[in-house]
């Protein structure tokens, strides 16, 4: 079967995949460009006052309705959608960040990172979940054996931190607070929520507090630091708390949309309550429904990206690829450097563009912008690798599953893809030389012994 053939029929069944409801604990990445904007913003006094450039600290969010956050694969902050949704206000959030950031400042983050540095957020997430032990020993095997509940304890043994480990990513936690001119009563209010966990069975705790020990002396060495803090009680701007109702509407219509009808009435119109009722309408399949609050938010901000993206993604999933189109096109154009919104235009360009090279390579164009901000994302090479096998280049269409299977960790895989790629690749090119990169790469993991 040739590539553009085989790639057209996978490339749908991934897409629905993707789109259709985790199952009850599972745990998926999220990825939503208007939250991911607004914890941008959250976050950059804390990553600047930590002297790391927002570059360099990438925030991933994991639907799973346990209490948990941790960092991984270098710096990467995972944090869970159930955390989030515990929390009443972005300094909340910002104070778990920050404190994350503590770790990372603090050299607290050794083993296994080697392992993810080349993975993508969803093998490294897996990784973590499944087999952490194995990370940490080098035992690759371990993955096919490890059961449930080894698998926790793993969990758990992985991203554990010693006490000390915690007093301190605390303390440092509290001066790049300081330090932004923020308000550190977050991380406070957050932490009580949790403190009576600690007296809890170890089962009945959650994963937070299981990972990152919580003791009174720790509660009452931040509260003695918050109430002697300069911005104690300081008033986060307008806009935050506007984004945070923002980021627990969408949150709200995607994870558990048939609970939204209760938590917005019929009779609030904010944008944020139409912007979860049109989420839980286009979730459950309501397409008129969908569409129709999804004009009405038009209606009120018919320039905001992320309404437009929105009403493009419903679309586009709805079977109507060709009208989504503009609606991406115009998001792009207001927001032209999220590489989210830039994938999504490219795969209904891709969808729509039949063999019109001139249409694809379009889409080509935008998964190459896309790459700049999310080099981590297997999304963008399978859609790569369908343009061009769309367009009859099949040796650049097997580079891009090589470089998607070696961001899943599917060393051979890889290696088989690059090696095809390589005897269509012109020599001294620069898709040539990266076809070589990656088989230098492999050869590296395999004489280490961490090949999957």
Known sequence: ??????LRLLLPLCLLMAAM????HAQTIIRDAEIEDYMAGWFKPIFDAAGMSPDQVKIIIVQDDKINAFVAGGSNIFIYTGLLQKTENPGEVIGVVAHEMGHVTGGHLIRGREAMEQASYESI????LGVGAAIATGDGGAMATIGTASSSMAQRKFLSYSRAFESSADQAALKFMDKAQLNPGGLESFMHKLENEEFRPSSQQSEYVQTHPLTRDRIDAIHQRVAASAYKG???PPEWLAQHKMMLAKLAGFITPQQVVWNYDDRDMSREALTAKAIAAYRQNEVQKALKLGDQLLAMEPDNPYFLELKGQMLKDFGRVPESVSYYEKAVAKKPGSGLIRMALAHAQIETAGNDNA?????IDNLQVALKDEPRSTYIHRLMATAYGRMGDESRAKLHLAEEALLQRKYDYARGQAQTALKGLKSGSADWIRANDILS??????????DS
């Open 234 to 236: 300081k008033a986060y």
């Open 1 to 6: 079967m040739k590539i553009a053939k085989m």
């Open 359 to 363: 249409k694809l390579q379009k889409a």
């Open 125 to 128: 997430l897996g990784m973590i």
């Open 21 to 24: 409801p985790a199952p009850a």
């Open 441 to 450: 790469y492999i050869a590296s993991e395999k004489s280490t012994g961490e």
